[in-house]
């Protein structure tokens, strides 16, 4: 049976005692992601007191506390909190969406006076026979398709003018049908002499004509801007073309409110009502995390976390049947519909299960899910803090296990190979300590048996040198190694070991140019780790510090070559003389505003004048 933890909850009254509030309310802040999200404050009551958005969670929540407001509500408010959830989203509207329904869903104290109960805009294209396109806050069912919400009232009302400079829809209120038609009571209006509308209320365009119009609107309003957009670069060419430079401009304003414009929010969707959706998060290990989040009228307001701790290898399947039950029995919630990514492995006759590919359902879902990932790094952040060792250990255990490793890998090198068109042949080698740089301990190489771009000789070369020398001087071999490059690099490290006796006693993999692929010696089929997990993180990070360290090397040879170059093109200097100079003074500059003496203290009075002479 699977332990679980109850990790937030949104709208659900807690009792803690107030000064151990005080200190985890401080660790949660610090822990808090820099992503767009929703905020809620507690009192010490376990009422919400305040929803705010934010754009960046960390910043926007940590400025409540590090100084004194200037507004007593606000200095109030930070007085009364005792503790603070919250939801991550895509984006900063998805944000600002969710933030005004809890507001109206949990009419917090202290949002109340400061704002309205408006709702925010829709653009809605109405079930009639010739469908209307307009601006509403209210919604009715009545079959019509609602667009939005837009938390920006102007682009919203940019977006309706230009669809009606595109498209000649009607904008009368007449209840037009076909038996209206039939007894001609339609009369023509201004809109139709100025070509602003076909004349549907005589009939003069079919049904089915004025239907093709209204589908790309909808295409439009689902977020297909392409051709609006298009349409405004000609009108813009065209008007410049004219020289009519204003209009022009006013398009070109049109055109980038366009470029920002999002038809639709993820968060608060007129396409969805009442909804539930479990989000998993599990990435192999023995914690899952499970989201919870329930939709009402179309808005989320109310998410839980929920972390499983596998007993006996419990499936997803069977971990989402335990969440289900729990959010039901402690939430006292009646499931309707359920979007999951995977079927539970439980029987409700009354519950339709969605597993969403696309739309609406799959963003939500997509959202649920980036929760639950955020409280497994927020427990990360935890035990890293309160038990660094404990994470060590349980990071080297998974890197273990997805390595096919006989030991914990503590000690982790990674070599990188640098030459622009075989000059200059570098190669870095960076080494990991439990899982961090060791930066003390990195080496750098140049190349010396090789001739020319030959990346697999280069690397057998650079291990042969760097194990030898560790091997008569007697330090610890690494427990992995790691190549920068796929199995021709690899088959050249296994070389190298093998003639030094290493075969066996050192494990090493091979990272091809795209990081989720890991080969191992002798096996041709490569291993695809998890895009989220661990272990890819920490090979992506040996792989940078690798290509970092190496560029680095090969950049300052590059620029060391090229100074001595310049030294030696002097008729009478040679290499030697020229690294004298170098190594006495830094560099080509300092060489150049050298007097004469000076030089000839390092390459003599004659080749002291050759060289001032010819710089100067």
Known sequence: MAVVYKRTQTGCRTNVAKHKKSEALREKISFLPDTPGVYMYFDAEGTVIYVGKAKNLKRRVSSYFNRTHDSLRTNLLVRAIADMKYIVVPTEQDALNLENSMIKEYQPRYNVLLKDDKSYPWIVVTNEMYPRVFLTRQYIRDGSRYFGPYTNTGVARTVLDLVSELYPLRTCRLPITPDYIAREKGRLCLQYH??????????????????????????????????????????????????????????????????????????????????????????????????????RRGAVVRSVTLRYRRRLDESRPELLAYAMDEIKTSLEVTFREVIVACAPEVEMPDVDFTIPRRGDKAKLLEVSERNARQARIDDLK????????????????????????????????????????????????????????????????????VVGANDFASM?????????????????LPQLIVVDGGKGQLSSAVEALEEMGLRGTIAVVGIAKRLEEIYFPGDSIPLYIDKNSETLRVVQHLRDEAHRFGITHHRNRRSKGQITSRLEEIEGIGAKTSQALLTRFKSFKRVSEAGVDELAEVIGPAKASIVYNALH
């Open 460 to 476: 057998k070369e650079v291990l042969t040198r760097r194990y030898s020398r560790m091997m008569t001087e007697g330090d610890p």
């Open 194 to 295: 100025i070509k602003r509308c076909k004349g549907c209320c005589i009939g003069a365009v079919s049904a089915e004509e004025y239907g093709r119009y209204i589908d790309r609107v909808r295409q439009i309003l689902r977020g297909d801007s392409q051709e609006l957009m298009d349409y405004l670069k000609d009108e813009m060419a065209r008007l410049a073309g004219e020289l009519r430079f204003e209009e022009a401009q006013e398009l070109k304003e049109k055109y980038r409110l366009l470029e920002n414009y999002s038809s639709k929010s993820v968060i608060v969707s007129r396409t969805l009502t009442d909804v539930d959706v479990f989000g998993v998060d599990d990435d192999g290990s023995a914690d899952v995390y499970i989201n919870y989040m329930h939709v």
């Open 382 to 449: 935890h035990m890293e803090k309160h038990n660094p060792e404990q994470r060590t250990e349980r990071l080297l255990a998974r890197m273990k296990a997805d390595f096919r490793l006989s030991e914990l890998p503590r000690h982790i090198e990674c070599f990188d190979n640098s030459n622009i068109q075989g000059t200059n042949p570098v190669a870095s080698c960076v080494v990991f300590k439990d899982g961090k740089p060791s930066k003390k301990d990195y080496r750098h190489f140049n190349i010396k048996t």
